[in-house]
């Protein structure tokens, strides 16, 4: 039997490290030229920025027999997060610059994979594995939202986001309230001469720490109850700790507790506090410097960030998804 890996993010990593367990035979490839798939952020389709961290604990997001070490924060940061990924790898028989350019059901049983190695122009070698494992993500392809009318200012997905020198001394709409859209409106918070929300519904916050000890502990340590007992008892805690966000301009939920991801961060309620960002609406319409929100209020922005997901996609294997 001969196996396939593509991608040597986390997810390639960690399934590298079974197979090896399991005394199986694998070739793994990478088409960049370093592990660490979406957390390197020189990576050519990361959606990596500066200033990301993880936002599930290290004692719950490590890999197969390698803790992070006590001495790492309860969170850590991209850097740490890459160089823990690159030690973990070090051993790894990673062949780098390969790309996956196209795979085929073979008519006996298996794939045709279709690989080309780095810097080759000629047509690409195929060889026929057993099975593949497609761990190259699916943060690829941006899902960028059609809003009608023409907007003068700069427009884009918040993949092509790097850091808060991007922001700074613009007016700056984020779209989006995703994890990802938080994190930057935050560094919006702290750099832009103005820094506004867009949200199109409202969601659960979690503060990473309660009692000391990171959030998602406690789903894994606290007592196992029918989920309904669990939605109530986590949203009148949540209700205890924040207070009614609605007064910060936040939409109340419309859904119970983990019924969709929750956003795990403190640091927006912190500038929602303190007036450095405000929340608007969904976003309508363009029109000039202007965006026209649901409720008929309009803004004027330098820059538009839109925080809003991505394709699920894999390009050289999409008829088999």
């Not at 047509?123 to 939202?145: F, M, Q, W």
């Not at 994890?179 to 506004?196: F, H, K, L, V």
């Not at 939605?231 to 983990?258: C, E, S, V, W």
């Amino acid at each position: 039997m001969n196996v396939l890996i593509i991608g040597a993010g986390p997810s390639g990593l960690a399934t590298a490290a079974e197979l090896k367990k399991a005394g199986l035979d694998y070739d793994h490839v990478e088409r960049h030229d370093g592990v660490g798939g979406l957390w390197d952020i020189d990576n050519p389709t990361t959606p990596m920025y500066e200033s990301a961290h993880f936002i599930s604990s290290k004692r719950l997001s490590c890999l197969p027999g390698r803790p992070f070490r006590d001495d790492v924060a309860d969170y850590p940061p991209r850097t740490e997060i890459l160089r823990y990924l690159r030690e973990f790898a070090a051993d790894e028989g990673i062949d780098f610059g390969v790309e996956v350019v196209g795979m085929e059901p073979a008519g006996e049983g298996g794939y045709l994979v279709a690989i080309r190695g780095a810097g080759e122009d000629s047509e690409p070698r195929t060889k026929r594995y057993d099975h593949v494992i497609c761990a190259s993500g699916t943060l690829s392809v941006p899902n960028v939202p059609d809003i009608p009318g023409q907007f003068d200012g700069e427009f884009r997905h918040s993949a092509t986001y790097r850091g808060i020198d991007e922001l700074r001394g613009k007016r700056v709409l984020v779209i989006g309230a995703g994890n990802s859209g938080c994190d930057i409106a935050c560094d919006a918070a702290q750099a832009a001469e103005s820094a506004e929300l867009s949200m199109r519904r409202g969601y659960w916050f979690i503060p990473k720490h309660i009692f000391g000890r990171p959030s998602d502990e406690w789903t894994v340590t606290g007592p196992q109850l029918p989920a309904r007992i669990m939605q109530a008892g986590a949203q009148a805690i949540l209700r205890l700790y924040f207070g009614d966000l609605r007064k910060l301009g936040l939409p109340k939920p419309d859904h119970r507790i983990f019924e969709t991801h929750p956003l795990l961060n403190d640091q927006l309620i912190h500038h929602l506090r303190h007036g450095d960002i405000s929340v608007r609406g969904d976003a309508s319409l363009f029109d000039g410097h202007d965006v026209v929100f649901a409720d008929g209020s309009r803004g004027s922005y330098d820059l538009v960030l839109a925080c809003t997901g991505f394709h699920h996609a894999v390009p050289y294997a999409g008829e088999l998804f």
